[in-house]
């Protein structure tokens, strides 16, 4: 959950910056009104197009409001741990199916994904231990 706080706050910032920066403006061509002596022209210029400001103004609220769920996720969401991770809290509390080489609950007798059947001898063993025992046994 944090780690999606903490892309939802970078994208609100970089969108933010990219919707400050955004420009605002069009150019105008040079003009010419009237005729005779009372022709008059006006240069090229720029001018602020409505337009574009909504848009400006709509990026920005929507940057400051991911920003801002962002943030409250990252600060007060949980940091939960994948469950193939590394963490050894979480290998404690289970171990794999031999059959279908799901993560099941250690206390577990039926595994929940092929119900096969745990008897209390394979509830002790350790299949990730057995297993790497295996394979330096056949890599020496």
Same mark, same amino acid.
């Given at each position: 959950?944090?780690? /999606?706080?903490?892309? *939802?706050? $970078?994208? +609100?910032? !970089?969108?933010? @910056? ?43 609220? /929507?940057?400051?409001? *991911?920003? $801002?769920? +962002?943030? !409250?996720?990252? @600060? ?53 231990? !057995? ?10």
């Amino acid at each position: 959950m944090k780690n /999606l706080g903490l892309v *939802l706050l $970078l994208v +609100g910032i !970089l969108l933010c @910056i990219v919707s400050l920066s955004m420009d605002t403006s069009v150019e105008v061509p040079e003009r010419t009104h009237g005729e005779g002596e009372f022709k008059i022209t006006t240069p090229k210029s720029r001018v602020n197009n409505l337009g574009l400001m909504n848009d400006q103004q709509n990026y920005i609220l /929507l940057s400051c409001a *991911l920003a $801002l769920i +962002g943030a !409250l996720i990252f @600060i007060f969401g949980k940091n939960t741990p994948n469950k193939y991770s590394d963490n050894l809290e979480y290998q404690d509390d289970y171990k794999k199916c031999p059959q279908c080489a799901e993560q099941v609950k250690a206390e577990a007798k039926i595994c929940r994904f092929c119900k096969f059947e745990f008897s209390d001898v394979q509830n002790e063993i350790d299949w990730d231990e !057995l297993a790497r025992k295996v394979n330096e046994g056949k890599n020496k």
